[in-house]
């Protein structure tokens, strides 16, 4: 059976993604800090889907350790990798302290770059293998420093999916906007201050970016409303973007 990595893999978008990758048939390996939640989610997709799991226990944040899930690789064929763990914060970048801002900073963008690395090149040897980077419809505003690690996970997964075209290697950007999931809740975000109709559902997320994913698009944007934000946003004022965006994930007008 093909295997499948999974960053981020115990809620949200990174559990649903290791839920449809087992429906699909693969192995997989699971990665994130907690051992113990990640034992416990890869028993119950084991049990439900007949498939194998794997907990690699890591905090990729940390070179060493970071290391650790680079080398698996090259221990054994991954099919798929899905690049998923991040975290969102609440503060304005000049109120969190810088070393925050860095850690960020390594787990969205050069966690991204390396593990992506890592698995690209046994994929084109293998001459198969697909990498999907989560990055976010943010990427397309110029908001705040998430936005600027989300653009750059966008243009670096179009552009590589350009760079191996002639292969049978995919790679894609899926972008996503507002998703029920703990990210949120993590950054103590009031949720209220959202219109319910932007929410996303995680599960029909992930299965409209597989089916963009097997149709070889490098960027999968879910659901017309975020089509239309991110198509409007190339031709918005940066003026516009800069007023619209002093209110805070908090629903709370910054000065």
Not at 29 to 35: A, G, I, K, N
Not at 104 to 111: E, K, T, W
Not at 157 to 180: Q, R
Request: with cysteine; net charge positive.
């Amino acid at each position: 059976m093909p295997t499948a990595l999974v960053t981020g893999p115990a809620t949200g978008i990174g559990r649903a993604f290791a839920e449809k990758l087992a429906s699909e048939g693969y192995d997989l390996v699971l990665v994130s800090r907690d051992e113990a939640r990640l034992k416990e989610v890869g028993a119950e997709i084991a049990r439900r889907h007949g498939v194998e799991c794997e907990v690699l226990a890591a905090d990729l944040t940390d070179r060493d350790e970071l290391a650790r899930v680079e080398e698996r690789f090259r221990t054994g064929p991954i099919e798929v990798l899905v690049n998923n763990a991040g975290f969102g914060q609440k503060k304005p970048f000049w109120e969190n302290p810088v070393d925050v801002e860095e850690k960020q900073l390594d787990l969205l963008v050069r966690v991204v770059l390396r593990l992506t690395h890592a698995a690209v090149l046994p994929m084109i040897e293998r001459g198969s293998g697909a990498v999907i980077n989560v990055s976010s419809v943010a990427g397309f505003l110029q908001r705040n420093i998430y936005s600027a690690h989300k653009s750059w996970v966008t243009t670096f997964s179009a552009g590589l999916a350009t760079g191996l075209h002639a292969t049978d290697v995919k790679v894609m950007a899926l972008c996503p906007g507002f998703v029920h999931t703990e990210f949120h809740e993590r950054m103590q975000m009031d949720k209220s201050v959202i219109p319910s109709f932007m929410w996303l559902d995680a599960t029909e997320l992930v299965d409209a970016a597989w089916k963009d994913l097997m149709r070889g698009k490098a960027i999968s944007i879910p659901s017309r409303r975020y089509k239309l934000i991110a198509a409007a946003a190339r031709f918005t004022p940066r003026a516009l973007i800069a007023r619209v965006s002093t209110v805070g994930l908090d629903g709370r007008r910054r000065s």
